[in-house]
């Protein structure tokens, strides 16, 4: 028997391979599904179940296309309604693969589908915990996102969250390894830890959602603090359901070079958005007119889904040469397919074109150091709140980029204003957007909060994050 976690940082995400005597399975696998493919035909296996613990929201798995290419069946959980051909297992319904077994726990309340996946090896041991989003290592699935789909409120599906993992997955043993969907960073949960594996007796004694008196105490808990899901959530729900394109002809269609006219073309006839997915400092030095800045080096797809909320809406991109596949497969992956094509050669391209250019007026930490007054010049904090709260400059308005929708509005186009992140990455977003929409009175700081907490510009008392977390 073997088991690997196959984990995904961009999405904070794990999906799970298993092997036995000849025969595989995988636990939610995400979109491109060649890496699945050669891995088995590597393996010499045969991939005889595709689990899904539910359909997620926070990226469109490729449960439809794998099993088409394995004839492999998919698996839910009891009460799940897939309009595609799927197994949807009873609770405890038992599952063999080789010489080893897999029991269905229906455990809902993060959605009413939510299922774990027990692992239990070739002596009858109860080895593994698949835990999908009903539990998470520091935290539980949040139990807001599918209030709508099932007439309740989050106050009673966190009941049921509650009676899931008291009743079916705090008697398990101490010792059976935990293997969640998602890890720090998603937002699936609130508190989740850095680690990506740990033994569900250690969660025992440091989770706080398993360590609450009683019901009430667990559904207060749990359903304090949640911040709105992003708004792309719903739509890669409805994907996971319903059905995609297949990934093969997303990305035929996505990585279609474009000479600098036809993608001027196609952008004005299309509306199309244009994502430029090349770092923050390379985009401030030059970019096409109206584009986005969402760079493939950091949390690209989550930030494409929390900015660009629509998966329909169409794209061009614009990438640094060779990074055009990377580009399409992560869109995908959070349900953006409609990618027309992209900039053949990339920006430089544009530039020999002799096309219509922007840029950002970005300055150095040392240069806003110098020229800021604290209590006079306006200063926009972009970071997210909680990280505001930990320390930040002066005299700083909080406006997170999340909710940049809401506080555009709010922005006087007379007043000029700075603008920063923690680094650069997402006040570079920021200023895109901006801009695209006709703000154009701001100065953007590059290296953001840690590279100004170095010059002398005063700064609030530094306050641990996760003191305000648990608090």
């Known amino acids: 028997m073997k088991v690997e976690q196959i984990y995904t940082g961009c999405l904070a995400q794990g999906a799970y391979y298993i092997t036995s005597n000849g025969e595989a399975a995988i636990i939610d696998p995400l979109r491109e599904t060649l890496p699945y ?35 492999a069946p998919i698996v839910y959980g009891a009460t799940a309604k897939p309009e595609f051909e799927a197994i949807v297992a009873e609770d405890n319904q038992v599952f063999e693969l080789g010489n080893v077994k897999i029991k269905v726990l229906h455990t809902p309340g993060h959605t009413m589908e939510s299922s774990c996946f027990l692992l239990i090896d070739e002596n009858g041991k109860e080895t593994a915990l698949f835990s999908g989003d009903t539990l998470f290592l520091g935290d539980v699935g949040r139990p807001d996102l599918a209030q709508k789909a099932a007439n309740l409120t989050q106050e009673e599906l966190a009941g049921l969250l509650y009676e899931s993992l008291y ?18 960073g998603s937002a699936c949960g609130k508190n989740m830890m850095k ?39 719903g739509m890669n729900v409805a994907m996971n359901k319903k059905g995609y394109d297949s990934f093969d002809e997303v990305l035929t269609q996505g990585m279609k070079a474009l000479s600098a006219e036809e993608f001027e073309t196609i952008a004005e006839s299309t509306g199309a958005l244009i994502l430029d997915t090349r770092s923050d400092k390379e985009f401030a030095k030059g970019f096409i007119p109206q584009s986005v800045n969402i760079g493939l080096n950091g949390d690209f797809a989550p930030w494409v889904g929390a900015m660009i909320v629509n998966v329909k809406q169409p794209i061009l991109l614009v990438t640094d040469n060779g990074k055009e596949e990377e580009a399409v497969t992560r869109l995908s992956r959070v ?67 999340a909710y940049i929708n809401d506080w555009v509005k709010d922005i006087n186009p007379q007043e000029h204003f700075y603008l920063h992140c923690a680094g650069g990455y997402r006040s570079m977003i920021a200023a895109s957007i901006l801009q695209a929409r006709g703000y154009r009175n701001f100065t953007e700081v590059e290296g953001g909060f840690n590279a100004i907490a170095q010059t002398n510009v005063p700064k609030t008392d530094f306050v641990c994050q996760s003191k305000l977390i648990n608090s």
């Open 167 to 184: 009743n079916k997955i705090l008697p398990l043993p101490d010792d059976v390894t935990v293997y969640p969907a998602h890890g720090a």
């Open 335 to 401: 349900g953006f397919d409609n990618v027309l094509g992209h900039l053949a050669g990339g920006f430089e391209t544009w530039e020999k074109a002799e096309k219509e250019t922007d840029t950002v007026n970005r300055i150095t930490p040392e240069q806003f150091a110098s020229e800021v007054k604290i209590g006079e010049s306006k200063i926009i904090d972009v970071r997210k709140e909680s990280e505001y709260a930990a320390e930040h400059i002066e005299e700083a308005y909080s406006k997170p980029l």
């Open 195 to 233: 680690e990506t594996v740990d033994t569900l007796g250690n969660q025992k004694k440091i989770n706080y959602a398993l360590n609450q008196p009683n019901k009430e105490a667990f559904i207060k808990a749990v359903t304090d603090g949640l911040l709105p899901p992003p708004a792309y959530f």
């Open 37 to 71: 493919l050669d891995r088995l035909e590597k393996d010499g296996v045969k991939l005889k179940y595709i689990f899904e613990t539910h359909f997620h929201a926070d990226f469109v798995s490729g449960h439809i296309d794998l099993s088409k290419k394995t004839n």
